[in-house]
């Protein structure tokens, strides 16, 4: 077409064709059981199905049973999509204006197109620099468990380390070193320096801990309602 259409046959709905079968030794096909039809429109990347329809189709008037309808598939924009036959024009006369709008149609569904692609890759942004944040804090949650464990185990150990000090001045004012008492406190307080021992994290200098990278479940905390699988995923609800 002279405007850069295609259009292309549509199949009729098996809903709107009568059923074959046979009556005194003749075959009669499936036909459609109303004037009505569909052709598909296609401008640039979209296809905008046409249907050509009664639009009074059981209606006894014959004037009314006669007036054909276009038909144009629900617009997101609220836009005009039918046209039938009136006392001051036909269907016919109305056509350039069918035309028109599958035009207009086709422009905001292609600005539509840019839009949703554009506001995708920006969520894909959002969402990355949302998971970039959230690994650099679970990672940083890390690091506090480690110190706070650290912090913990120092404390145990100065406690239990003050008392085998006082443990060891009890036995020295004991009056009998040798009394089987003194030898076993003796023992005990050896095992309980060589235990308070391991649980001091400075008794040797601390390094730097080693991180992991974290689990999808330990960065949702972080996320502020992104989900950690993907930009589309919709557990979490996505912040604007």
């Known amino acids: ?41 296609v401008v ?13 189709p059981l209606s006894e008037d014959p004037d009314r049973a006669q007036s054909l309808m ?12 039918k046209w039938a036959d009136r006392k001051r024009w036909r269907l016919e006369d109305v056509l350039g204006a069918v035309l028109r709008e ?7 569904d292609a600005q539509r197109r840019i839009d949703e692609e554009r506001a995708e890759e920006d969520r894909k ?17 890390q690091l506090v468990t480690v110190l706070r464990e650290q912090a913990k185990g120092w404390h145990q150990a100065s406690t239990l380390s003050q008392y085998c000090d006082a443990m060891e ?4 004012a004991s009056d009998d070193s040798a009394a089987p008492e003194a030898v076993s406190t003796r023992q005990w307080l ?5 235990y308070v021992g391991s649980l001091d994290p400075l008794r040797e200098l601390p390094g730097m801990p080693v991180t992991r ?3 999808p479940e330990e960065l949702k905390p972080y996320l502020s309602g992104w989900s950690p699988r993907g930009s589309e995923e919709h557990g979490y609800s996505w912040r604007r």
């Open 125 to 141: 942004l959002r969402w990355q620099a949302a998971m970039d944040s959230a690994r650099e804090q679970a990672i940083q949650a």
């Open 190 to 194: 050896e095992w309980a320096r060589a």
């Open 169 to 172: 001045r009890r036995l020295a």
């Open 44 to 56: 640039g990347d979209f296809t905008y199905t046409v249907s050509i329809k009664q639009e009074f």
């Open 213 to 215: 990278a974290p689990e």
């Open 102 to 108: 599958v035009e207009v149609r086709s422009r905001e």
């Open 70 to 81: 276009v038909e144009l598939p629900y617009s997101r924009s609220g836009r005009q999509g």
């Open 1 to 41: 077409m002279k405007r850069g259409y295609a259009v292309r046959g549509h199949p009729m709905d098996e809903n709107y064709r009568s059923r074959a079968y046979g009556y005194g030794g003749t075959y009669i096909p499936s036909r459609p059981s109303r004037r009505e039809g569909e052709l598909d429109l």
